[in-house]
Structures are given as C-alpha cells and as structure tokens.
C-alpha cells in the first residue's frame, strides 16, 4: 500500500475504533459501499448511462445491496467479498432502522457479526466479540478494495458496434440487391 494511503487508512481506523455503535456500522458499511460504487463506476462505459444506473434514488444500483450482488456477478469481487459485504449490510441495516438501545450486543448483530469470516490477527483477544468482528471485517475489506477501483479501470468496458448499420438497413430489391450470405427479411405489397 502507497504511504499516504497507509496513513489515511490508519487515521480512518482511528476514527472508526472511536465511533459508537451505530456510528461505526454506518460509517464503516459507508465505506465499503463507497468502494463498490467506486469499482462499478471505474468497471462501466463512460457516460451519462453509468450515472444513471448508480446515483440517485430510483437508479437501479444505487443501493448497497444491488452494487454488492452487481459486482459479484461481474467478477468485480468474489463470493468472500461478497459474503463479507452481504453480513456488514445486514448489520448497517440493524442500526440505520432500529431503535435506541441497539448495539453490537443486539442478538441479530451478534449473530450476524459471528457469520463474518476475515481473519483476525494473531492475540487479537475478544474473537467472539461482535464490535471487533465487524471493525475487523471492515478493515479487511476496506484494504481489500482499497485499489480495486483502479485495477478494474484497466478492464473498463468500451462501447463497440456490434453490427454494422448497413448490415440491418432497409433495401429495394428494384434497386439493390441483398448483400450474399445475409440474411434476408422481405416486406412486400400484397397483391390485390
């Protein structure tokens, strides 16, 4: 990792340690979901149609889950990124529509958090605790997808001409005849 990136991410981490409960789910799955957005965006053909399809309130992946599940099927993450995003969702959603009182000792966050997979590091303590399961989880993953945007750019999609316009344009057979090994769909004037 680049040093400057090293230290924005350890300053995040900072931070991040230094949320509340609820702060630190909807921060942390923020940027993850930055990050995915960030490598559809740089995976796309540039354009107006890229945006439309992420941002704003109807775009069809402007959610986290639509972006998840478009860049698994895109090869842009794989199944363990992807299981890894689905859970750290789950968990935003808990807190982004419950209640007071709602933290990582909450049954459905505790359960959740126990599904993640990343691996802690070694004397970490607490394995089973659901608030450094998920901080884990986000910094796995946040390094994992740290530079994706960029290599996915390499791949960056290009819009190409598929066929041809004279291959699909209309003719007269009194004037032209059809191009040989062409398919061939006809209109005539019916007879009267």
């Avoid at 990124?81 to 505790?110: C, D, M, P, W, Y």
């Amino acid at each position: 990792m680049r040093d400057d990136d090293l230290k924005d991410l350890s300053g995040f981490l900072r931070e991040l340690q230094a949320e509340t409960d609820r702060g630190l789910a909807l921060v942390g799955a923020a940027v993850i979901d930055d990050k995915i957005r960030a490598t559809l965006a740089a995976f796309f053909v540039e354009g107006p149609a890229a945006a439309r399809l992420l941002d704003g309130g109807d775009a069809p992946l402007s959610t986290f889950s639509a972006r998840t599940d478009a860049c698994l099927v895109l090869g842009l993450i794989d199944a363990f990124e992807h299981g890894e995003i689905s859970l750290l969702r789950k968990v935003r959603n808990e807190f982004a529509h419950g209640l007071h009182g709602t933290t990582f000792q909450s049954e459905r966050i505790r359960g959740y958090c126990s599904g993640l997979k990343s691996h802690l590091p070694e004397g970490s303590g607490h394995p089973n605790e659901p608030r450094l399961r998920f901080t884990n989880s986000v910094v796995s993953l946040a390094t994992r997808l740290y530079y994706r945007p960029e290599w996915v750019a390499q791949e960056r999609r290009i819009a190409k001409e598929w066929i041809s316009p004279d291959q699909v344009r209309w003719r007269s057979i009194d004037d032209e005849k059809p191009p040989e090994g062409s398919p061939v769909l006809g209109i005539f004037k019916a007879k009267k």
